[in-house]
Each structure stands twice: as C-alpha cells, then as structure tokens.
C-alpha cells in the first residue's frame, strides 16, 4: 500500500490533465478486472462485471494546482488556481509542469502581507527571458505541487492525497475482491476539484442502482481547529453529509452494518463545510436520482502539498468497500 | 446584398439593438427566427424558449452542436416606490460602478429611463467617494407618482441600457449585448451559409444566470461535440497593475480560443483542432485568460455521457455595459475560423460510444 499510494501520490495530474495518473491506474488494476475504458472527458470505468445491482464507486484522479495566465517580458510566470488552492498555503512552495521543469512560488515583496491573493504571486521557473520560457510554457499550461511523500510510523503525508488515497483503496479493493454478485465499475474520474464535472457524464452512462464515492475527509484533532468529530486513525468515516449531499440512510446503514461485522474502527462523519463535498454531490443526482453514500478517508491539512492520512485508516477502507461490494445489493434492496 | 456568407452585419445590428434581459429573450428569437426561417432544416422553441435549429450539410459523423446565447445582462423592476421611482434587481452580472446615471429603457414598451442616484452633495463627505450600489438607486421614468409608473410599469418588467449600434471609427463598433449577439449573428451566418456538415445551432437562454437554457438544449440533443461562439471581456486597457498581469485579449488580435474558464476545461482535442483550423487558414488568434468567466460549454460538455467542448470567442472591451467595442476584422476572422473548422468537428465522435455501450 505504501509503495502504490507513494506512486499515485507523486504522479502528475491537475484537473483536466488525468492521463498520468489514469495511465498508472490503468497499470495496477489490470488483470483485476474484466475491462478498462475511457470516457470522452477521461473518466477511467474498470468493470468486473455481474448480474446483480449496478454499482459504481468512485474515487478522482484529479488534483488542485495552477494554471499559466501570463508570462512576464522577463519569463516570470502569473497564474490562476485549478480548484481550491490557498493562497496563504502556496508562496514559497514549489510547483510542477507536465514536462517536468520545476517552478518556485514567491509573493512581491511589496504589497500588503495580510492579503495574500493568487494574482500577488508569481512563479519563477529559472528562464531568463520571455523567449525562453515560451519554449516551455504557454497560457492554459497547468501544474501541480511539487513534493516527496514520506512515511512515519502509521501516517503518510504527501501531496494530491485527496483523492489519491482513494484511488489506491479501489485498486486495492480491485486487487482483494474475490467474487461480487453485483456489475461493479470503479470509476477514477477527471474533474472533481473544479466541480465534480467528469462525475456527472460517467453516472450518466453507466447508470447505477447504487452508489459510493470514496474521498478524503477534513478532521477535527489538530490544535485550535473548527469542531469536528474526526480523527486521524481512528477509523475510515462514513458520511452522514457535506456540503453537497447527505448520504443515503439505506447506504449509510449498510456500511455501518459491515464494518460493525468485520469488527472495524469507524467514524460517522459530518463535514459541516457549506462548499466541501466529493463526486457524490453530483452522482446522487443522476438521471432519476442514485441512492449514494460515501467511504471518507480522515486527512489533515488537506489542499496543502502535505496532506496526511493514517495508513490504518486506508486499510480500513479497503475492507469496507471490498464488503460492500461482495454484498448482494439487490438483496440488500437496491 | 452581402455575399453569400459573408458576416451579416445588419443582422448584428438589429440584434444588439434588440431587448432581451435574461428570461425575456422573446425579441431577440423573433429576429432570428425570420433571418433563419429560408436556411434551417428543422426549427423550434424549446420549453426554456431556446431556438433550436438542425441544419443538414454534405456529411455525417460525431453530434455537433453550435450555440449562442440569446439573452443580455439588465436589470427586473422589483418594486414600484409611492413616487413613482423603479427599484431594481440586477440580473446577471453588472459593475456597480458603471450604473449611476445611465439611461435605461424599461418594460415591454420599452420607455426611456435614467438610473437615477442621491446627488453626492446631499450626503456625508465619504459617501461621495463611494460607489453608489444598484440598491440605493432607481429608475427614474420621469412619473410623477405610483399611479402614473404603474400605467405603464408592472414589477418583474426587465430593463435595457439604452444604447444604439454604431460604427465606431472605421474598425469598431459600438453597441450593447455584444456578449452575446455577437456569437448569435455568427451563429446565424454559419445556418444561412452552405454547410459542409450536419450541425445543430442552439440560440439559448438565461446564459447569464447560469446557463440554465444550454443544460435543457444539451440535455435533448447529448452532443458529441460542441463549441460555445461568444463575446468575452478584452482588457487590452491602461493601467500598470493590468501589465503585470497580462493585459489580454485584445482587440484587433483576432479569435479568441478558450483552454480554461471557470465552467469549462477545453476537450484539448478540439483545442488543437482549432489551433490548426487557425494555421491552415491563416487566422491570427489569441488565447483567453484561463480560470475567469464561463460560457455555455459548461453545460455542454457535461450532459448526457459527456461532450468535447471549448468557446470560441471575440474580444469586446467593456462588456456587461452600455457600450461595448468590438474590432470588424475580429469579428470576421472568428467567423472564418469557425467556419474552417467545421467540416472536422464531425470526425471528433465518442471514444467507442459509453462505457456502457461497450458491454
């Protein structure tokens, strides 16, 4: 699990540019399920297919970063945000291009330190000239954070968790489901971070009876912080509601219920931030309408470039999906 | 008589002059229903008053629709004061700053008004510094109470600036609603002249509150491929912290070509087919500021399985305002281009249909 989460971790992928990482999905789950597609936006369905209930579970390969909106006459890079990226979390971090070239993130010296906003920052990618950068980067040209995971103990920290993690739980979950009486898609779409966009068209056309987004979770168990009944370690979170959905109580019960059985550590979670929400938000919505709950992986200081979960955590949400998903769900009413 | 194809700058005339607040696009469907009635293949209204339009060409291939949208930013009267004044609701996105004292044009006949503001000596010193918000202002149709105002006025009637088209030099124009006539009456070009390839045009409504016409249109039609055509905010204007930043689109630099908005993440397929649409044909164009405004691709690229979406637009200073500027040649290289890449757009279909579908 490390070994896949550090791989999924450090590959490249803002929103709208999943290739890479849809590429390393691609790689670990084959053999694991019947097929593997793309969508035209870049979802990635891996199908083991069944005669039961259609469920999909969801987790994104997206993440935040920046994108190119102008290059100075001396190659100093202007950028806007890809998704929820704090300004007060990025000056001095660094960030990275699809080529590879590595950007530092700086605010002007002069301005007003108490109001930190994207358009006071710069990157500076090491060009010399405005000639040179254009080699290397135009307007609409996206990147991501740039950092190391590394592994202490039961935590693991490293950037573009949110939804890495999760991506790892379903291919783990691919990896240790044995026989499911149900048509199972995992689906690892595109998008989420600017709005749950790939989520929506993937639900459209596989068309569930049920199902579950797997994302990471904000907690409540760091100094001086909003209250919320959320620990790292101590247990994958079963949502209750976000922002953006409530999950379904036939779902949410039966995820209690597994995890009761398999005598896992669990959480129920309520993430009471009006605009934090995970593919769910739009998955429930579908066509005429998707009973759908959602598998919360508990990460501090998410949207920094070091997030950090609790590998205890991540394994104990493999075992709830690959429970849920080796349950007949028609029997189960769905 | 234009040529055949040609931009129809009479039509663009008529239709910036034309009314049509979010919600109340009933004028603007009119003139483009008697321009399009002799070319279009098929033509309705749908239930959110969008105008669709299916035009056949030589081929086939990929769902393409073409869209545009029909409604401008305004304003809703939402209340009739005991002295006759308006109060008003903004409807979509306007600058407060730009209101005060302009002239307006109110309800279905369309009377003239002014927005009128508490003169600044009448107030505290610091009230004369600020800006006036459309809360403490009115619309001012010169009656001389309630009664006289509701003989002509009823709540929910929406409101225009007043402005006419105008040339504006010999390489400008001048008018209001370019966002987005300007992408109707290059949409309307693009029915009217020959096609090479089967298309939908959807002229929609209510872009400017969110899009809510292009959801419905997309919903009915699930394209393959769609390209948003738009008037989108130059800001090739002074001012030093602007140069840092990029001061761009400009105007006179042609066709602007959307990667990122904030509704929309270009298929970057379709991108590159433009970019190449561009090359061969010659046109100069210009990208968009990536991660500000959004258009009609929002919705487009998201219904049904999915869609490659982008928004092709002109650059036009001073949008959302009483007097945009737009350059003549942006304004027609954008129609070459978009007519370049067309014969392609068909061949863009849906990786192997949906997942589903594969099964």
Known sequence: MKELLSELSSAWGPSGEEGQVAALVRRRVRGHVDTVAADVLGNLVARRRGKGARVMVAAHMDEIGVVVSHVDPRGFVRFSNVGGVMANLLAAQRVRLKSGRVGVVMEEERGNKEDQKLDRMYADFGFESAAEAARHVRVGDVACFDREPVVQGHRFVGKALDDRVACAVLIEAARRLKRTPNDVSLVFTVQEEVGCRGAQPAAFALDPEVALAVDVTLTGDVPECRPMAVSLGAGPGIKVKDGGHIGHPRVRELLLRLARRLRLKHQLEVLALERASTDASVIHKVRAGVPSGCVSIPCRYVHSVSEMVDLRDVEGAVRLVVAFLETDLRKAGF | ?359
């Open chain 2, 1 to 359: 008589m234009a040529r055949p194809g040609a931009f129809p700058w009479e039509l663009f005339e008529a239709l910036s002059n034309a009314r049509g607040v979010t919600g109340d696009e009933g004028p603007v469907r009119r003139l483009l229903r008697d321009y399009l009635a002799p070319h279009a293949d098929r033509m309705e209204v749908d239930a959110m008053g969008s105008l669709l339009v299916e035009k056949r060409g030589r081929r086939t291939g990929a769902r393409v629709l073409l869209g545009a949208h029909m409604d401008e930013v305004g304003f809703m009267v939402v209340r009739i004061e005991k002295s006759g004044a308006l109060r008003l609701q903004k409807v979509g996105g306007l600058d407060d700053r730009l209101l005060a004292g302009k002239r307006v044009r109110v309800g279905p006949q369309a009377l003239p008004g002014v927005l009128g503001a508490k003169p600044p000596h009448l107030g505290q010193e610091e009230e004369a510094s600020r800006t006036v918000k459309l809360e403490d202002m009115y619309a001012d149709i010169g009656a001389a109470d309630e009664a006289e105002a509701r003989a002509h006025v009823r709540v929910g009637d929406t409101v225009t600036f007043d402005a006419a088209f105008e040339p504006w030099g010999a390489a400008l124009v001048r008018g209001k609603a370019f966002d987005d006539r300007v992408g109707c009456a290059l949409l309307a070009a693009l029915v009217a002249g020959p096609s090479p390839a089967d298309f939908v045009a959807a002229f929609t409504t209510q872009e400017e509150i969110g899009l809510r016409g292009a959801r419905v249109a997309a919903q009915r039609f699930e394209p393959e491929v769609a390209v948003a055509l738009e008037g989108t905010g130059a800001v090739d204007v002074p001012g030093k912290r602007l140069a840092a930043l990029g001061a761009f689109p400009c105007l006179g630099r042609g066709p602007v070509l959307t990667r990122r908005d904030s509704t929309t993440i270009s298929d970057p397929r379709l991108f590159e087919l433009f970019e190449r649409a561009a090359a061969a044909a010659g046109v100069r164009w210009q990208p968009k500021r990536p991660g500000i405004g959004g258009t009609d691709a929002g919705e487009y690229h998201r219904a049904g399985p999915g869609a490659r979406a982008i928004s092709v637009s002109v650059p036009c200073r001073y949008i959302h305002a009483p007097a945009a500027l737009a350059a003549r040649a942006d304004i027609e290289a954008t129609l070459e281009l978009v007519r370049a890449a067309l014969p392609k757009l068909a061949a863009l279909q849906r990786p192997g249909g949906t997942p589903r579908e594969n099964s």
